[in-house]
Nanobody, 114 residues
Framework: VQLQASGGGLVQAGGSLRLSCAAS????????MGWYRQTPGKQRELVATFTLGGNTNYPDSVKGRFTISRDNAKNTVYLQMNSLKLEDTAVYYC?????????WGQGTQVTVSS
């Protein structure tokens, strides 16, 4: 599975961005799919995921501000990010777990300015 992430950019604090992650094949049966983010010197942080059963999970740091969704027809997962904060600045990576393997997209930079 190849994953193509897009949608990052520069936004002011309080603004919104939507990230997209397009998969090269159907995501209908993917076990889990979502987004991590990473900043220099810090561990990669899971920010949103959904599972095959339809459950979604978010850490407290983004809960209520970020929403993950998917469009099976387009094989695409989205991350809607609202009320962005300076601390949301990071490189965001999409991932997918299928048949015991984890696949990663290239990162997309999100920069939140004051």
């Amino acid at each position: 599975v190849q994953l193509q992430a897009s949608g990052g950019g520069l936004v002011q604090a309080g603004g919104s961005l939507r990230l997209s992650c397009a998969a090269s094949r159907s995501i209908f049966s993917i076990n889990a799919m979502g987004w991590y983010r990473q900043t220099p010197g810090k561990q990669r942080e899971l920010v949103a995921t959904f599972t095959l059963g339809g459950n979604t999970n978010y850490p407290d740091s983004v809960k209520g501000r970020f929403t993950i969704s998917r469009d099976n027809a387009k094989n695409t997962v989205y991350l809607q990010m609202n009320s962005l904060k300076l601390e949301d600045t990071a490189v965001y990576y999409c991932y997918a777990i299928m048949a015991g393997f984890t696949y990663w997209g290239q990162g997309t930079q999100v920069t939140v300015s004051s």
